[in-house]
């Protein structure tokens, strides 16, 4: 049965690495410190694809395979957005935060740039 391993894929919720594991009887599944998330591979079709991916695992942390980074920052952006947009709702009515408003903007600024590289529509020059 293989062992557990760390890091070799990013978590789809937040981005950062997974830890893979395997049940009693060899099934994979996945486990997120991060953000709790938890995927199971149960049928064989899977498990048999998951194996076949397996041996040759991309690294995600390889410098010469940028677009996994992109899109793991791409997640981290939309996390912070969505913490700005909390605090926002909850505390500007009350007292209004032009910084607040500020790291928004850059935020989604950033967002759209990285979708742009992402999707090949990047415009700037």
Do not use: W
């Not at 557990?4 to 599944?29: E, M, S, V, W």
Request: net charge positive.
């Amino acid at each position: 049965m293989p062992n557990a391993n760390h890091g070799q894929y990013p978590c789809f919720l937040c981005g950062d690495p997974l830890d893979i594991r395997y049940t009693k009887n060899g099934k994979p599944y996945f486990i997120c410190d991060s953000c709790g998330l938890q995927a199971f591979i149960r049928k064989e079709k899977g498990i048999s694809k998951f194996a076949d991916i397996n041996k040759n695992p991309i690294n995600i942390h390889n410098p010469n395979n940028p677009v996994f980074g992109r899109i793991i920052e791409l997640e981290k952006l939309r996390a912070k957005l969505r913490e700005i947009e909390k605090k926002k709702d909850i505390f500007d009515f009350l007292f209004p935060n032009d910084d607040l408003a500020a790291v928004e903007t850059a935020l989604k600024l950033e967002i759209t740039k990285v979708q742009k590289e992402l999707t090949g529509k990047n415009t700037t020059k």
